[in-house]
């Protein structure tokens, strides 16, 4: 009954791969983000999805593409893979802003998946 | 821009002593708040929040913290650690009713036994 799974838990990969990674939440929310973690445990949001629908993009290269072919997935696909890619990814999910309910900002986090570049 | 920040870095204690670790926001509006805990090899999990009323917010396994609005602050405090909360403490805020979490750069504490 994981509320929020991802899938793989580690990958590892060369330099110049595309590989993705991928989430599901069975929480019944709205909306799904991505976390990048680097090597100092500091977190920075990557997206933001809401029903679907893109509502944050911050300045992440555009070799990231994440996708949410329904509101209780969000992959994250990551072409022509650098060093600098190596982290732990987070998807995190939570109630959106239309319910307008305090508790609905609570984010709910996976386990993470550690991508490490050779 | 909105931003969290943790003065300490590294935090080492030992067993039964008491706990204070310092956030403080740069935002000027609402503001919700938040501390995760990170336990070694493991996913974030919610200590506690803060959206609105009592300051004085109790959360999971004894922690508490306190949203002082005028010195732009909500430092958690637990009055007796155990080895077992050896983990990486994350301060965040959610502001202006938006639905982004801004993260501070965490503080790692250590208890000894």
């Known amino acids: 009954d994981t509320a929020v799974s991802q899938t793989p838990k580690y990958l590892v990969t060369q330099m110049g791969n595309d590989k993705s990674i991928k989430c599901e939440q069975n929480?019944?929310?709205?909306?799904m983000y991505w976390y990048k973690q680097d090597s100092k445990k500091f977190l920075k949001i990557m997206f933001s999805?809401?029903?679907?629908?893109?509502?944050i993009n911050e300045t992440v290269p555009n070799r990231f593409s994440p996708k949410s072919p329904d509101k209780a997935h969000l992959n994250l696909h990551i072409n022509s893979l650098e060093l600098g890619d190596s982290a732990v990814y987070f998807c995190?999910?939570?109630?959106?802003?239309?319910?307008?309910?305090?508790?609905?900002?609570?984010?709910?986090f996976g386990p993470g998946t550690r991508l490490t570049v050779t | 821009a909105q931003s969290v920040s943790q003065h300490n870095h590294h935090v080492i204690l030992s067993e039964a002593a008491s706990l204070e670790l310092g956030c403080n926001y740069s935002?000027?509006?609402?503001?919700?708040l938040f501390w995760y805990v990170q336990y070694p090899g493991q996913h974030l999990q919610l200590l506690l929040k803060?959206?609105?009323?009592?300051?004085l917010v109790k959360g999971i396994k004894g922690f508490e913290a306190e949203f002082i609005k005028s010195k732009f602050s909500f430092n958690l405090r637990k009055p007796s650690v155990q080895w077992s909360d050896t983990a990486e403490y994350f301060c965040?805020?959610?502001?202006?009713?938006?639905?982004?979490?801004?993260f501070g750069t965490g503080t790692q504490l250590k208890v000894e036994l």
């Open positions: 803060y959206f609105s009323g009592d300051p």
């Open positions: 935002y000027g509006g609402t503001v919700n």
């Open positions: 999805y809401n029903n679907k629908e893109l509502i």
């Open positions: 995190a999910s939570s109630f959106g802003l239309a319910g307008g309910v305090a508790s609905s900002y609570e984010q709910y």
């Open positions: 965040a805020a959610i502001t202006g009713g938006g639905n982004k979490l801004t």
């Open positions: 929480l019944g929310h709205d909306t």
